[in-house]
């Protein structure tokens, strides 16, 4: 009798495994619009973070006030990081637009004395490079009053 209940149970779990191998790709399809919907709010939420850091930055950037400045360099380096590691959780495209305001972040956050030397380059680098990033360092400049 046991042999009988365990070929019985051996032909249900084989039953039951191909069952899921031909619901998975239909399971597969149905979370995609939810998948897609996680990743255009993530890229959202990353796109605002930038915005939020570069605010934090020219204000950091303008006032005289070391405290405020401080503090305002230390939120705009939290936005940068955070967006930093969970960028490639986005689309390409939202990630080469991200990259850009990215790169003006740092450049600011390196006009307020930020140092990047330390962390892993490649990961914590935007894909801005040279010319690209004197330009935006020169317009923040320029916004602050700064000079150049």
């Known amino acids: 009798m046991a042999r009988g209940t365990n070929e ?12 899921l191998a031909k619901s998975n790709p239909l ?5 995609a619009p939810v998948h897609r919907d996680i990743k255009r709010s993530a890229a959202n939420f ?26 305002n360099r230390t939120r705009a380096r939290v936005a940068y990081s955070t967006v930093v590691r ?7 495209m939202d990630q080469g ?5 990215l790169a003006e972040l740092r450049t600011a956050l390196e006009l307020l004395g ?16 040279g010319r690209a990033e004197k330009e ?13």
Request: no cysteine.
């Open 8 to 19: 019985k149970s051996i032909q249900l779990r084989k039953e039951a495994g191909e069952l």
């Open 27 to 31: 399971m597969r399809q149905a979370d």
């Open 46 to 71: 990353l796109k605002t973070d930038v915005k939020v850091g570069l605010t934090f930055a020219k204000i950091a950037l303008q006032t005289r006030d070391h405290a405020r400045q401080q503090r």
């Open 86 to 92: 969970h960028v490639e959780s986005v689309s390409e």
């Open 97 to 101: 637009e991200i990259g850009s305001g």
């Open 114 to 129: 930020e140092s990047f030397e330390s962390e892993n380059s490649t990961r914590d680098k935007p894909r801005a490079h």
């Open 136 to 148: 935006v360092g020169a317009k923040l400049r320029e916004r602050s009053g700064g000079g150049g």
